[in-house]
């Protein structure tokens, strides 16, 4: 796809920019030519860092505002070519530990917006960043988008609906939405500071800092690994593709199972160890087991596919990670 031409002298905003895949996504946009817009409420839970902007700051409009907030969310969608919608709320515990909170931010707030840009800017063009929880605990493998949907935490409910108000604004109004559900994405920029969001950018934290990776349960566990240069492709080739309207698409990425993973990590960090430990119970209640998806329809219809190979986003994430480690470590 010629993103030059789609994106040059466009306008883009992005919802939760500060965080891990949204920073990344605006370094491209603006490589691309796009003018960017950066809405982040760096809720405390959340992988907001102003750091993530670090070089590129002063090209990028960053604006501190909650979603559903319609004072300052409506002039920021006025004009804009496209949004992309990747405010949310991740953490699969706190789903659970405050599941209002996570129905507000994920479902909610995503209908505020989406009715702010039908009355104000129904021709932008919109992709939601959705969620493998959706599935819950795979019946076949791999997982394609016709797989039955029986999440097993609050946070999978709450991202369905946030899809699904996406996709029923396409159907009712004719916006230009789609989905896409992302798995184990990892690479620059994660937060690492804690486990809440993503149990690899811990694994990478452990692992600089000279502690044993913990593996819960017995590490047989299979997944999929999708780095995140590969998503941010997703984004722009969904935002930019008319086909893509009114679909959901999975993504996916080369597939391991955790402890051979863990092995992976350390050898080629140069160093490490690692140790199986019993599940935590809150996390075992809402564990998947296995899961890998099925991309082949991203694959077939928008020529999407991964490119970057796990041990290259490993190598390529815990170099910048030496570099910035400090700037993650602390609240930002």
């Known amino acids: 796809m010629d993103w030059q031409a789609a994106y040059h002298h466009k306008r883009a905003l992005i919802t939760g920019g500060l965080g891990f895949i949204g920073s990344n996504l605006a370094r491209k946009l ?3 030519g796009v003018e960017v817009t950066i809405v982040d409420n760096l809720d405390s839970d959340g992988g907001g860092n102003p750091f993530n902007l670090a070089g590129v700051e002063r090209d990028v409009r960053v604006i501190r505002a909650e979603l559903a907030d319609e004072t300052q969310m409506k002039p920021l969608l006025h004009g804009q070519d496209y949004l992309f919608n990747l405010a ?8 659970m530990q405050n599941p209002l909170k996570d129905l507000h931010v994920n479902a909610t707030s995503q209908l505020q917006v989406l009715e702010l840009c039908r009355v104000q800017n129904p ?30 935490d609050n946070n999978g409910v709450s991202k369905r609906a946030g899809e699904m108000y996406h996709l029923v604004y396409h159907r009712a109004y004719g916006m230009k939405t789609s989905v896409i559900r992302m798995t184990n994405v990892y690479g620059p920029r994660m937060r690492i500071k804690d486990a809440s969001l993503n149990f690899m950018a811990w694994w990478f ?13 017995t590490g047989a566990q299979v997944r999929d690994f999708t780095y995140v240069d ?13 086909e893509a309207y ?16 863990a092995r992976r990590m350390i050898e080629l960090n140069g160093a490490g160890a690692y140790e199986l430990v019993p599940f935590p119970e809150g996390r075992k209640r809402i564990d998947i087991g296995d899961y890998y998806a099925d991309y082949k329809l991203i694959q077939r219809e928008l020529g999407w596919e991964p490119q970057v190979s796990l041990a290259a986003g490993i190598r390529q994430t815990l170099e910048y990670y030496r570099a910035h480690q400090k700037e993650y470590l602390s609240d930002a």
């Not at 959706?134 to 016709?146: A, F, H, I, S």
């Not at 800092?209 to 593996?215: C, D, F, R, V, Y």
């Not at 009114?246 to 993973?261: A, F, H, M, T, V």
């Open 30 to 32: 603006l490589a691309l």
């Open 88 to 95: 949310g709320q991740m953490s699969h515990l706190g789903s």
């Open 123 to 152: 021709e932008i063009k919109i992709v939601f960043a959705g969620t493998r929880q959706v599935y819950g605990r795979p019946q076949t493998l791999p997982v394609d988008e016709q797989h039955a949907l029986k999440p097993v």
């Open 205 to 217: 934290r452990q692992l600089l800092a000279g502690a044993p990776i913990q593996i819960f349960g």
């Open 230 to 242: 590969d998503v941010v492709s997703a984004l722009l080739s969904c935002a930019a593709a008319p």
């Open 246 to 261: 009114g679909k959901i698409y999975n993504l996916g990425g080369e597939r391991s199972n955790l402890l051979n993973l």
